[in-house]
């Protein structure tokens, strides 16, 4: 079993910045990649980053210059470090992790349970 956990939502003022992050745990042989979704009420789930094992980094259009994704090979964690929010960004972020696992080297992908972010005044 692999599990994940999300941590670092909040309420932030627009402008201001935000750092959520995810660790991933269990039976864990190799992660391939580590993302970030987001997904508000009535619409569908869409990829904001994306980090693979070769650090290959990819963002959707509308947070391109704002948000880094990152991750951290020894702690099998992924940071999302969100700055010059806007009130457009608000959303539950997901947390998605690709591998394989032990013992039997099957790939999985796993979401997190989801944080909430909301940029208001």
């Known amino acids: 079993q692999v599990q994940l956990v999300e941590s670092g939502g909040g309420l932030v003022q627009p402008g201001g910045s935000l750092r959520i992050s995810c660790a991933a745990s269990?039976?864990?042989?190799?992660?391939?990649?580590m993302g970030w979704y987001r997904q508000v009420p009535g619409k569908e789930r869409e990829l904001v980053g994306i980090v693979t094992s070769g650090e290959r980094t990819d963002y959707v259009d509308s947070v391109k210059g704002r948000f880094t994704i990152s991750r951290d090979y020894a702690k099998n964690m992924v940071y999302l470090q969100m700055n010059s929010l806007k009130p457009e960004d608000t959303a539950v972020y997901y947390c998605?992790?690709?591998?394989?696992?032990?013992?039997?080297?099957?790939?999985?992908?796993?979401w997190g349970q989801g944080t909430l972010v909301t940029v208001s005044s």
């Open positions: 998605n992790v690709n591998g394989q696992r032990r013992p039997d080297y099957r790939y999985f992908g796993v």
């Open positions: 269990g039976s864990i042989f190799r992660i391939s990649a």
